[in-house]
Each structure stands twice: as C-alpha cells, then as structure tokens.
C-alpha cells in the first residue's frame, strides 16, 4: 500500500528474507507518505494574497514532523561510512523497516546463509569460480557494513527536527536508551569480536577466484588469491576505530547528565569491559590453551594498540 519505505528518494536495497520468512515486494514500487508530504509542502494551492500569508498552512503541514510514517534524515546524519560525528543510528543508507539494529541482525544471518550455501548454489561445471569470489566478497562486504551501522548506536543520540508547540513534538536530541546500546554491542560481540564470528572453510577460500579481465581504466588486479585476513582486520579495526574515538566516547560520557538517573546511563565501563571481554574471551580462564587461530590473533594485537595509545598519546 505504501511501499517499503518512506520516499522514493531513500537508499533502497533489495528487500530479500531469509529462508523460511514471509517475502514482501523486493523492491520499492509506489511513492511513499513522506513523498506524498514534500508534494503538499511544496505544491499545495494554498488561498493567499502574499508568500507571507501562506506561512500559517505551511507551518501546519511541517508540523507533522514526528508522524513515524515521515520520519527522515539528510546526507549529513547518514554521514559516510558511521563516521563519529554521525550520532543518528536510525539515519542510514541501504537500510529497511523501522527498527534498523533488527535490520543488520537479519543482513548478517543472511551473509552466513550464503556463505554456507554459495558453492552448491553457483558452482556449474565447465564455468569458473569467479562468481563465488563476487558473491562472498559481496555477503562480507554487507556484514561489514552492517556491523558498522550497529556501532552507531553505541553512544548513539536520535535527532529530530520539531519545533516548538508542534503536534507529539519531540526535543531534538535524545540518548540512544541504554538497552538498545547494550543489544548492539552483544550484536558486535557475537558477529565481529568472538572466537566464532569468521569460520570458512579451507575449500571455500581456496575457490575464490579473481576475475582476470582488465579493462582501460584498471590494469592492476591486485593479489589472485583472496586477502581474508586483511578483509576481517579491516572490518574489526573500522568498528574499534569508531567506539574508541573521543568524540564517541564523549558522547557516552555526557550521556550520564542527559539521563533523569545517572545510573542508568551506558557507561564507558560497559564499552570497555565488553569489548575486551569478546576480544580475549579465547585466552580466559587462566591457564586456557592459548593455540589462538590468525584471526584473532591480529584483532588482539589491533585491540592492544588502541588501548596502549588511549594510555599513552594525548
């Protein structure tokens, strides 16, 4: 009745379910509310003698700013790649449905669904193995990209844009509710820091071909064989860069006077205790075998450096 989301002019992906859940319309096909509301704004005969004398109409059309169907935000609270300075977590691209943390729970099972299934699904025989290595470079790519919008909730603040006296009018900044902090920093522990968050197997890895055409613009292919271990890094080391920067970790901190009760705040103890715990979990308790594989390895020497330099560089 009113399409997948809000406006045509969102950032739309595919709407793909899992196996086994109810499919919707794949792709946005209608105009949506918040489209039908920028319309009126802008369009709507309104009766008056001067621009002046619209102003009252046009006031009371803006004033449905905190209607949920017209909820929306610009470039700058998308921002580019949940940069700290972007505060919104609900202000992203590539993203559906009203509750995006759900939404990047569902793009990482979905990733896991195919890397379990990408070799029965689009090996053919006679045909290489590059379409394995654009389907699992893809499905990596969007767990990457979803777990780093996670991370913006993780002294996240929602931003509105009531005014004064407008209908449910809301102030404009609001703390991200601690429970939702917390699910998505247990969302980051089980998907990026866990001993189990990355398990491919050997065959797998060992398919994935690159494509061997070069073209005008590009003569360099980079390595042949797959750099996973550079991928995951780098996809661990963008999340950890974010939480540990000081503008987030300020955030959080102001956070605790922006609360009616302190205590119930999301602490910068809770940030810190949880990732160390995730990250080192594989070397507790003491006397644990330390026989840790590469990958956690170079996230434990990654997360090591953050907190060395926190303790010694201004």
Not at 279 to 294: C, E, F, K, M, Y
Request: proline share 6%; hydrophobic share 35%.
């Amino acid at each position: 009745r009113k399409g997948l989301t809000s406006s045509v002019m969102d950032y739309n992906p595919a709407n793909v379910a899992r196996k086994g859940q109810p499919q919707g319309e794949y792709f946005h096909s209608t105009i949506g509310p918040y489209d039908y509301w920028a319309i009126e704004y802008a369009y709507k005969s309104i009766q008056a003698a001067t621009p002046e004398d619209e102003l009252a109409e046009l006031k009371k059309i803006a004033s449905r700013v905190a209607d949920p169907e017209l909820a929306y935000g610009t470039d700058e609270d998308a921002g580019f790649s949940a940069q700290p300075l972007d505060m919104d977590p609900t202000a992203n691209r590539w993203d559906l449905g009203d509750d995006p943390l759900k939404y990047c729970e569902h793009r990482v099972a979905l990733a896991r669904e195919i890397f379990e299934n990408v070799e029965k699904k689009l090996e053919k025989p006679g045909e290489g193995y590059q379409v394995l290595r654009r389907s699992f470079n893809r499905a990596l790519s969007w767990t990457g990209y979803e777990l780093s919008i996670t991370s913006k909730y993780i002294g996240g603040t929602y931003h509105y844009r009531d005014h004064v006296g407008d209908p449910g009018g809301r102030v404009p900044f609001q703390p991200v509710p601690t429970a939702r902090q917390k699910e998505a920093l247990k969302l980051l522990r089980a998907n990026l820091f866990s001993p189990q968050a990355f398990q491919f197997s050997p065959q797998l890895l060992n398919k994935l071909a690159v494509e061997r055409f070069t073209n005008w613009r590009n003569f360099s292919l980079g390595r042949f064989d797959y750099p996973i271990h550079a991928y995951i890094l780098g996809m661990q080391t963008s999340v950890l860069n974010r939480l540990y920067h000081p503008v987030v970790m300020s955030r959080i901190l102001d956070s605790e006077v922006k609360f009616t009760k302190p205590s119930e705040a999301f602490s910068l103890g809770e940030l810190f205790d949880g990732i160390q715990d995730a990250i080192w979990a594989d070397t507790r308790p003491v006397g644990a075998s330390l026989d840790l594989n590469s990958y956690r390895r170079s996230l434990q020497r990654e997360h090591l450096k953050k907190l060395v330099t926190i303790a010694l560089r201004p």
